[in-house]
């Protein structure tokens, strides 16, 4: 049963399916259910603007809703039931704007927020090194942790790679896969929410389910007692966890004794300093976690990867060619590295796994785990 209502509270959200232009399927189209959407300046497309979910007017309001822009405003009404890159002008400035559903990495950059966000390249490189594989022919339900849902960029990361599991369930089955994202700030929990359900209309909202403990652990302890209140012997039902606080180091022993065996714990630190911080005390409390790496995401580089700007350009011709061409100037191709874009990211990841959990005889004989 688990899961059941989160996942009919999501289909709620879904749109009753519409004919539209071209393969007949609402989902291709932009309504007042899809959340967030891009506008982009087709004179500057580096300008973009993300705006809030769209609706319709009210009779009770006296200005229909719009997006304020830097090149005039833009009613909803000219986005609503428009195809993604669709052309629409402001209606005070006659500007012209592209609009479409926003990328993750768009997303994760203009949405709104209380927390600073693992930004889309670094969060999908985080979740990258936990390798998560999941085998719908296990009859298991495959349990995640998340600890910080802060902006919710990473809880994006991480229920993209498992809705996969979800995405072919009838409505009233229970999930083969779940995130539990956790936060004591409610405040920043809020924004994750709000963004993990903004972003391509909810498409995965219903793999993840919000908690907000005083710490990790505490969640984590009632879930195991939950478990040994029912009678079962197996207390570990983490398939992976990924920490993201400021003292990672002191929810590692509960965290362990939660993942099941080989599954990975992923720490996302911003300083290098606090990933010895969880290896000291991995080793001082003789946590059944094994080290396998430690790497760092450099500032800037968007995942290891380097964005150029490529564009036509009118060049002048020099006298020579000039007189050979018959004409000033001539097309031709500016490549070079984009600058100007702000630095952001960078951090440093620390991946373990658990260990086998070793066994021992009690005094009659019998084995321990």
Request: net charge positive; proline share 5%.
């Amino acid at each position: 049963m688990q899961g059941k209502t989160a996942r009919q509270t999501s289909i709620q959200r879904f749109l009753a399916t519409d004919k539209c232009g071209g393969c007949g399927c609402k989902r291709h189209m932009i309504d007042g259910y899809a959340g967030d959407v891009l506008l982009r300046d087709v004179r500057r497309p580096s300008l973009a603007i993300l705006s809030g979910p769209l609706r319709l007017p009210t009779d009770t309001e006296g200005k229909p809703p719009s997006i304020c822009t830097h090149r005039g405003e833009v009613r909803h009404t000219a986005i609503l039931n428009a195809h993604p890159r669709t052309l629409v002008k402001s209606h005070t400035a006659g500007a012209t704007f592209v609009v479409t559903f926003p990328t993750l990495e768009e997303y994760v950059n203009f949405s709104s927020r209380k927390a600073t966000p693992i930004y889309a390249f670094d969060a999908a490189a985080t979740v990258s090194l936990a390798d998560i594989h999941i085998d719908e022919r296990e009859h298991t339900v495959f349990e995640f942790l998340e600890a910080g849902t802060g902006h919710g960029s990473l809880t994006l990361a991480i229920a993209r790679i498992i809705h996969a599991a979800n995405a072919n369930l009838d409505k009233n089955a229970p999930r083969k896969a779940v995130l539990h994202s956790v936060d004591r700030d409610k405040d920043h929990a809020t924004y994750g929410v709000k963004n993990l359900r903004e972003f391509r209309r909810g498409l995965c909202a219903a793999d993840v389910d919000f908690h907000a403990p005083s710490t990790p652990s505490e969640y984590l302890q009632s879930r195991l007692e939950s478990i040994r209140d029912h009678g079962e012997s197996h207390t570990a039902f983490l398939s992976g966890a990924f920490l993201d606080l400021p003292s990672p180091e002191l929810e590692v022993e509960v965290v362990a004794r939660c993942l099941k065996t080989d599954c990975p714990l992923v720490v996302f630190a911003p300083s290098i300093t606090q990933i010895v911080d969880v290896i000291e005390a991995v080793r001082a409390k003789n946590v059944q976690l094994s080290m396998c790496k430690v790497v760092e995401l450099l500032p800037g580089m968007r995942g290891s990867m380097r964005e150029w700007d490529l564009q036509r350009a009118v060049v002048r011709n020099p006298p020579d060619r000039k007189e050979k061409s018959g004409s000033e100037s001539q097309e031709k191709w500016v490549c070079r590295p984009l600058v100007g874009e702000r630095i952001v990211g960078g951090g440093f990841v620390a991946v373990f796994r658990k260990k086998l959990q070793k066994t021992r005889r009690d005094n009659a004989g019998q084995i321990e785990q």
